[in-house]
């Protein structure tokens, strides 16, 4: 389980931290963002392109876990002035969804960076609701440069 405090991006910026736009848009808020991992949190509501059944549905935990990611790029870019990259999942590795969080809940994930190489970075990524393990897995992700 993960801990979290007082978010240091809230949903009214967020936007400004990851390249996604509505309706694909998996992050809500940032309360956490170092050199080695991000934790965001996501408000799950009915209505979102990745919600049925009011459950959130197994493409959207994969793509907030992605989202997640970027928002950390964003989060460097932001502080350096730039716009956030956009990134593209390359491979996901030993993905295990537990169960589907349902609708007004919130999605806690936390991604840290196991290597990057260049634009490249290899992240492992856990996603919470209600302090229970919805999913795991690696991703390798890779980051377009700003132009």
């Known amino acids: 389980m993960i801990e979290v405090g007082q978010a240091i991006v809230n949903s009214d ?13 998996l992050v809500s808020r940032i309360y956490k963002c170092d050199d080695q991992s991000v934790v965001t949190g996501f408000d799950i509501a ?3 392109i990745f919600v049925k059944n009011g459950k959130l549905l197994e493409p959207g935990v994969i793509e907030n876990m992605a989202q997640t990611a970027a928002s950390a790029a964003g989060f460097k870019a932001v502080a350096e002035n730039t716009s956030p990259a956009v990134g593209f999942i390359g491979n996901i590795k030993n993905l295990s969804i537990t169960h589907l ?11 840290s960076t196991k290597t990057q190489v260049m634009n490249v970075s290899l992240v492992e ?3 919470y609701c209600d302090g229970r393990l919805v999913a795991s897995c690696e991703m390798k992700i890779f980051l377009q440069e700003n132009a």
């Open 101 to 111: 969080p349902a609708v007004g809940k919130e999605l806690i994930t936390e991604v």
């Open 46 to 48: 009915e209505g979102h």
């Open 125 to 127: 990524a856990r996603s």
């Open 13 to 25: 910026s967020i936007l400004n931290y990851i390249p996604q736009r509505p309706p694909i848009v």
